[in-house]
T-cell receptor, first 109, second 114 residues
């Protein structure tokens, strides 16, 4: 079993829909990252969380440390939100990021 | 542009050749990371520097791979005797350290080994 699991693997939605991507992890962490990767490889860091909730524009990220679970929400989704969204955790023991496999999101106009 | 830069963006080489990639981190960042990403997979950690010291190295980094950060600024990743399995996107990231240690990624170097 992977240490970081994301669901769904693929998600296609219509423009305007509310999007939720989930991330569960099995290791002790010091922080959890949500990142966005566009076709061609560019990776952008969206959020780093160690507790609670963060909001940036139409993006909201939450984390429940006790349940070892995080969610990324996109409100009023738009075709430009189409990308791969990756959850990555930084374990207590080292500096490595442990990556989820990513969720490929397609927003149709 | 004050982001992380990588050079070259694309490299095509023949099997058996040596290649070297460069990463220039954000100037005030003391941490630098190298990752490798193959098609359809998430990035895999390769190595990590704190200033000029290489503090961590993945078992993925075989003897053919070496990374340096001689002055604690830019870093190079060299692959000797390239193999077709080395074909991947090589990503560099830097971070400032501290509590809010967000990593900022470069655009990557796409390596194709023929």
């Amino acid at each position: 079993k992977n240490e970081v699991e994301q669901s769904p693997q693929n998600l296609t939605a219509q423009e305007g829909e509310f999007i939720t991507i989930n991330c569960s992890y099995s290791v002790g962490i010091s922080a959890l990252h949500w990142l966005q990767q566009h076709p061609g490889g560019g990776i952008v860091s969206l959020f780093m969380l160690s507790s609670g909730k963060k909001k940036h524009g139409r993006l909201i990220a939450t984390i429940n440390i006790q349940e070892k679970h995080s969610s990324l929400h996109i409100t009023a989704s738009h075709p430009r939100d189409s990308a791969v969204y990756i959850c990555a955790v930084r374990s207590h023991s080292n500096y490595q990021l442990i990556w989820g496999a990513g969720t490929k999101l397609i927003i149709k106009p | 542009d004050t982001g992380v830069s990588q050079d070259p963006r694309h490299k095509i080489t023949k099997r058996g050749q040596n290649v070297t990639f460069r990463c220039d981190p954000i100037s005030e960042h003391n941490r630098l990371y190298w990752y490798r990403q193959t098609l359809g997979q998430g990035p895999e950690f390769l190595t990590y520097f704190q200033n000029e010291a290489q503090l961590e190295k993945s078992r993925l980094l075989s003897d053919r791979f070496s990374a340096e950060r001689p002055k604690g600024s830019f870093s190079t990743l060299e692959i000797q005797r390239t193999e077709q399995g080395d074909s991947a996107m090589y990503l560099c990231a830097s971070s400032p350290g501290g509590i809010t240690d967000t990593q900022y990624f470069g655009p990557g170097t796409r390596l194709t080994v023929l």
